[in-house]
């Protein structure tokens, strides 16, 4: 008796080692399968958001899941439940608003005895095809617009908007032909906020930006799209390239009221691109704008009179304008003002009258400094006009207005402190169509 006791109490370790051994995880056996929540092979409709969930025959074995869509990684999962683009949840973008095309979903596990595994299922979104061979779809956006205006320091945050990015092996940044960098892989983003890098695209200057982005596709084949932005501020270059393009902000061959206050604006496609912009009317000067907007006889401005309370005629309105590469541009439009006629190309039919304006009565006291002005009907058909008094010239007058003796004016002394005595004002003028007029007033200095 002591002996078979001696025998069961030296057995039982060995019994309970045993027993141990077979409740614990079989090191050589884990169970990884699993089979996913939807049928491979399966067609769904443009815009679909895929929940993607694995269901393993023991979740108990598995370390952790890993998901690709066409070899792209997309996420890891350490955890039990294993799915990704769960409905009402953000983030897994690859999954969500899916384009049409061919999708090759594969998870990658490990299981807790160390060894990988991995299972593919394909399914199709409807509507297209940018599946394999030489279908690949690299088309995309950029997430600002084309032309946009920026201050100056800004930081260009650039990213690509795929319509399916699934077929991009790689993207390049080029800015001014100037090469930046290659992502190969989504999200194609440069200059990220609160990122460090692409230098290129920090406190940029003022200029002209082209941005451009090439791609390869995983069909092999190269597609590259330019955007154009400008940072406000002044001009930085771009080799000697400028843009002195412009176009006005009427329209070429409108007919207006006689009275009319023409405003005239050019709008540059780059106005930082240039330096002064003149104006010119029936080829007469007006004046140059140096500083954008360019822009003459504003509403509620004053001075431009060339451009004020015009009369019936044809104007030929002319801008000329140097860009900072030096180069000089023009461009010429014509307007009708309605009423009569001055001549669109007909030398002989001038508006030539005028008259005066001051002085404005006949008799002036002694030591009166006599201010002499004379309004055409047209002023843009007069060349010059010169003033005698007495037949004693003072002074012939270029441009309008046509004036004399203007009060807070120097030169002009004929006209100034006059004594007593009868002045003949005779204004000679010459208009643009070649012919010589004259008018002729009478005034008194009484003592």
């Known amino acids: 008796m002591k002996k078979l006791l001696f025998m069961c109490l030296f057995c039982l370790p060995f019994v309970f080692q045993l027993e141990g051994k077979t409740t614990s ?11 996913y929540s939807f049928n491979c092979g399966s067609h769904y409709k443009k815009g679909k958001n895929l929940y993607v969930k694995i269901n393993p025959q023991k979740y108990q074995d598995i370390d952790w899941a890993e998901l690709y869509v066409n070899n792209q990684y997309v996420r890891k999962e350490s955890s039990y439940p294993y799915e990704w683009c769960k409905p009402n949840s953000g983030g897994d973008n690859y999954l969500r608003n899916m384009q049409p095309g061919n999708y090759t979903i594969k ?3 490990k299981d807790k005895c160390g060894q990988y595994h991995e299972k593919k299922c394909v399914v199709y979104i409807d509507g297209g095809n940018t599946g394999s061979g030489s279908a690949c779809n690299a088309n995309f956006t950029y997430n600002f617009k084309c032309g946009s205006h920026y201050k100056k320091g800004k930081n260009l945050y650039v990213k690509l908007n795929p319509q399916k990015y699934q077929d991009i092996v790689w993207a390049e940044l080029y800015i001014n032909n100037q090469y930046v960098r290659k992502e190969s892989s989504y999200p194609y983003e440069w200059c990220k906020p609160n990122s460090s890098g692409d230098n ?15 791609v390869k596709d995983r069909c092999g084949k190269y597609m590259e799209k330019a955007c154009t932005v400008y940072i406000d501020g002044g001009h930085t270059g771009g080799g000697s390239y400028c843009n002195g393009n412009f176009t006005y902000n009427f329209k070429c061959g409108s007919h207006y009221k006689k009275g ?7 709008n540059p496609q780059q106005y930082q691109d240039i330096e002064w912009a003149e104006l010119y ?9 140096s500083s954008y907007p360019y822009e003459w006889c504003k509403p509620n401005s004053s001075g431009d009179n060339y451009l004020k309370n015009m009369q019936a005629g044809t104007y030929n309105i002319k801008v000329k304008l ?5 180069k000089y541009h023009e461009k010429a439009c014509t307007v009708y003002i309605d009423g009569g006629h001055n001549g669109g190309g007909h030398t002989n039919a001038c508006i030539w009258d005028a008259g005066y304006q001051y002085p404005n009565q006949q008799y002036y006291p002694k030591g009166t400094n006599l201010y002499v002005k004379v309004n055409p009907q047209k002023y843009q058909d007069i060349e010059w006009m010169e003033l005698r008094v007495n037949n004693q ?8 207005p046509y004036e004399w003796c203007k009060p807070n004016s120097s030169g002009d002394n004929y006209l100034r ?20 007029y004259e008018k002729k007033q009478t005034i008194y200095v009484q003592n």
């Open 107 to 109: 998870v990658k596990v």
């Open 322 to 326: 140097k860009d900072k590469c030096g």
């Open 260 to 266: 009319k206050n023409l405003y005239v604006k050019i």
């Open 281 to 289: 009317i029936n080829n007469q000067y007006v004046r140059k704008e």
């Open 393 to 400: 010239y003072i002074r012939k007058e270029t441009s309008y």
């Open 25 to 35: 995880a079989d090191d050589f056996g884990c169970n990884w399968n699993f089979t």
């Open 200 to 214: 290129y695209l920090r406190n940029m200057q003022p200029g002209t930006y082209n941005i451009k982005v090439k």
């Open 417 to 436: 402190n006059m004594q007593p005595g009868t002045y003949v004002l005779k204004c000679k003028y010459k208009t643009k169509c070649g012919k010589y």
